[in-house]
């Protein structure tokens, strides 16, 4: 444990030692203020239902732009094998990186938590709904993340990851509309594969067990297999 523990400090330390991760997070906090006041401005509701949604679609496009460089970076520098070589199984380096980026998600949800007080200045928002809409968007985004490590973990060349992790995110996300055209088990697969389903409830402050397991099992499935790539080397 404190092997993943130095390594996500040492992965996090290479984050904020440049100038990169102050302007994601004040880019990405940016433009979720500007939607954020242009929904209360639309829709003059106490919620936070509508912002959950914009921030799910737009962590599509951004996640990514942060998970690409993840594995495919220290291929691309050589240092893929000093890594494999040191004193780290597999699983604590995919845990260590998958971490380090998992906290500074978490730091940037966090700061988004100020939205909370601006809709109770307006009105009596349900504070239940909007911890259930922030834990479904925690979630969302660690699947996310783990995805673009999954992908990171394929190849040494930093724009293919993240085309591959748009690929599998906009297929997740777009699934649910894709029902039209099936009926029955096919139907009912899509839906349940959509992650726009699984948001949609927490969203409106219903949590239940099936959406926490889907994100969970997501979660596990992706490190998994990331595992097993950084194991066997499929990368080389």
Not at 52 to 71: A, C, D, N, S, Y
Request: aromatic share 16%; net charge neutral; proline share 3%.
């Amino acid at each position: 444990m404190n092997k993943i523990i130095a390594l996500t400090k040492k992965e996090l330390h290479g984050y904020f030692s440049s100038p990169i991760a102050y302007i994601i997070l004040i880019a990405c906090l940016s433009l979720f203020n500007v939607l954020f006041f242009m929904l209360i401005e639309q829709n003059r509701e106490v919620s936070l239902r509508d912002i959950f949604q914009v921030m799910e679609f737009m962590f599509i496009f951004i996640i990514p732009l942060l998970t690409m460089k993840l594995f495919s970076e220290e291929k691309a520098n050589g240092t893929m094998e000093f890594l494999l070589t040191a004193p780290l199984t597999p699983s604590m380096i995919v845990l260590g990186k998958y971490l380090s980026m998992l906290i500074f998600y978490s730091l940037l949800i966090a700061l988004t938590g100020v939205y909370y007080f601006i809709v109770e200045y307006y009105g009596s928002p349900d504070p239940y709904s909007i911890l259930s809409g922030y834990i479904g968007i925690w979630l969302e985004g660690a699947f996310f993340i783990a995805i673009g490590l999954l992908t990171s973990s394929w190849t040494r060349n930093q724009i293919i990851a993240a085309m591959t992790s748009y690929l599998l995110l906009f297929s997740l996300y777009f699934s649910v509309s894709f029902t039209k055209y099936f009926t029955g088990f096919a139907e009912s697969f899509l839906i349940q594969l959509s992650t726009r389903t699984h948001l949609e409830n927490f969203a409106i402050g219903v949590i239940t067990t099936s959406d926490i397991i889907y994100y969970l099992a997501g979660i596990v499935l992706c490190l998994v297999l990331t595992c097993l790539s950084i194991n066997h080397k499929l990368w080389q």
